[in-house]
């Protein structure tokens, strides 16, 4: 049982309050890796499994995009590899101390590279990935992560025959499993995609992946295709035209690391538990001491600070967490603000 606790919700989710207010991975990248984002990924972590969850999909260890129209950059820890590699050792350890099966997505990276409805698309040339895009993933496997998520981006780069990376063997097999040399099991897709669904049927997309080494398919939603993919892969293994030993080590790859993480005998969580975690939850100020830690000078462009009363106002403020407490202060000395 898997979730994101990085996710951006759309909407206001009622009851909230129960559970962690999670800041942006932007804002976390800006705080930096130190003692406040390690308790936040332990607390994190420690809510999962109280929670009866088991697996952690994500997040995405993209790099924030160099192009001016991207808009995905809230999704990333920054720029920078170095930094984003090691938010990737601390999140592993956190989750694997508090037994919570690790899965970074997004490889090999460059989906905040996305304008619109294209796709997204890794732009480093392949010769510098491992310095830049592949990084923080080659730093997950070194750390052991068993299992990764490989998304449908476009490498040109890496795949010129341009499939999106979770149809590619050069993605998969050549680079992922050859030249990271990654020996764990591989998620990818989903299948159903936007990209995906306007360049190809789905269900033949899902023989494509397999074939090119992928151990389990994802799905966005459920529908018909699913059912018509798995008839259209059993129907392939005995034509001969998928060799049932793939499926035989995918399965055998699967079963394994379910066993090595205990999740076949794993005790459901205990309901009592859930008015500690509420509470604990509630009076947990780590994401707000982040929040604070993330506010970033980029410019003081025409010496915007200080702010002064008078000159300085109207002050609009923007965030996710803590902006009330901010404005109080703020409205002290400069009357007009808003956010």
Not at 66 to 90: K, R
Not at 151 to 169: G, Q, R
Not at 177 to 199: A, C, E, F, Q, W
Not at 230 to 252: T, Y
């Given at each position: 049982?898997?979730?994101?606790?990085?996710?951006?919700?759309?909407?206001?989710?009622?009851?909230?309050?129960?559970?962690?207010?999670?800041?942006?991975?932007?804002?976390?990248?800006?705080?930096?890796?130190?003692?406040?984002?390690?308790?936040?990924?332990?607390?994190?972590?420690?809510?999962?499994?109280?929670?009866?969850?088991?697996?952690?999909?994500?997040?995405?260890?993209?790099?924030?995009?160099?192009?001016?129209?991207?808009?995905?950059?809230?999704?990333?820890?920054?720029?920078?590899?170095?930094?984003?590699?090691?938010?990737?050792?601390?999140l592993?350890?956190?989750?694997?101390?508090?037994?919570?099966l690790w899965?970074p997505?997004?490889?090999?990276?460059?989906?905040?590279?996305?304008?619109g409805?294209?796709?997204?698309?890794?732009?480093?040339?392949?010769?510098?990935?491992?310095?830049?895009?592949?990084?923080?993933?080659?730093?997950?496997?070194?750390?052991?992560?068993?299992?990764?998520?490989?998304?449908?981006?476009?490498?040109?780069?890496?795949?010129?025959?341009?499939?999106p990376?979770?149809?590619?063997?050069?993605?998969?097999?050549?680079?992922?499993?050859?030249?990271?040399?990654?020996?764990?099991?591989?998620?990818?897709?989903?299948?159903?995609?936007?990209?995906?669904?306007?360049?190809?049927?789905?269900?033949?997309?899902?023989?494509?992946?397999?074939?090119?080494g992928?151990?389990?398919?994802?799905?966005?939603?459920?529908?018909?295709?699913?059912?018509?993919?798995?008839?259209?892969?059993?129907?392939?293994?005995?034509?001969?035209?998928?060799?049932?030993?793939?499926?035989?080590?995918?399965?055998?790859?699967?079963?394994t690391?379910?066993?090595?993480?205990?999740?076949?005998?794993?005790?459901?969580p205990?309901?009592?538990?859930?008015?500690?975690?509420?509470?604990?939850?509630r009076?947990n100020?780590?994401?707000?001491?982040?929040?604070?830690?993330?506010?970033?000078?980029?410019?003081?462009?025409?010496?915007?600070?200080?702010?002064?009363?008078?000159?300085?106002?109207?002050?609009?403020?923007?965030?996710?967490?803590?902006?009330?407490?901010?404005k109080?202060?703020?409205?002290k000395?400069?009357?007009?603000?808003n956010?």
């Amino acid at each position: 049982i898997a979730g994101n606790a990085f996710a951006i919700s759309e909407k206001t989710v009622k009851n909230a309050h129960r559970f962690l207010q999670v800041p942006s991975m932007l804002s976390l990248g800006a705080a930096t890796n130190n003692e406040t984002t390690t308790e936040l990924f332990d607390t994190i972590a420690s809510n999962l499994e109280h929670m009866g969850l088991n697996t952690h999909f994500g997040p995405s260890l993209t790099l924030s995009s160099s192009i001016t129209q991207a808009s995905n950059t809230l999704n990333t820890f920054g720029s920078d590899p170095n930094h984003t590699a090691a938010m990737a050792g601390s999140l592993l350890k956190s989750f694997y101390q508090n037994d919570i099966l690790w899965m970074p997505s997004g490889f090999p990276g460059g989906e905040a590279n996305r304008i619109g409805n294209s796709p997204a698309t890794m732009l480093t040339p392949g010769t510098h990935f491992l310095q830049r895009d592949g990084l923080p993933y080659l730093i997950a496997i070194k750390h052991g992560v068993p299992i990764i998520h490989v998304a449908n981006t476009l490498a040109p780069s890496i795949e010129p025959d341009m499939k999106p990376a979770s149809l590619s063997p050069r993605v998969i097999n050549t680079l992922l499993k050859g030249t990271l040399n990654y020996k764990g099991l591989i998620v990818s897709g989903p299948m159903d995609g936007p990209y995906i669904i306007n360049h190809y049927e789905p269900e033949v997309a899902a023989i494509q992946s397999l074939i090119a080494g992928s151990d389990m398919l994802l799905w966005s939603k459920t529908s018909p295709q699913i059912p018509k993919a798995i008839g259209l892969i059993s129907r392939a293994v005995k034509n001969g035209n998928i060799k049932e030993k793939l499926i035989d080590n995918a399965v055998r790859r699967i079963l394994t690391l379910k066993k090595k993480f205990n999740l076949f005998s794993r005790e459901l969580p205990k309901t009592g538990n859930s008015v500690k975690i509420e509470r604990q939850n509630r009076n947990n100020e780590t994401s707000s001491r982040i929040e604070r830690q993330a506010i970033t000078l980029i410019k003081n462009d025409k010496n915007i600070l200080p702010l002064i009363k008078d000159e300085s106002t109207p002050v609009f403020m923007t965030g996710v967490i803590e902006l009330e407490s901010l404005k109080k202060i703020l409205l002290k000395e400069l009357k007009y603000i808003n956010h």
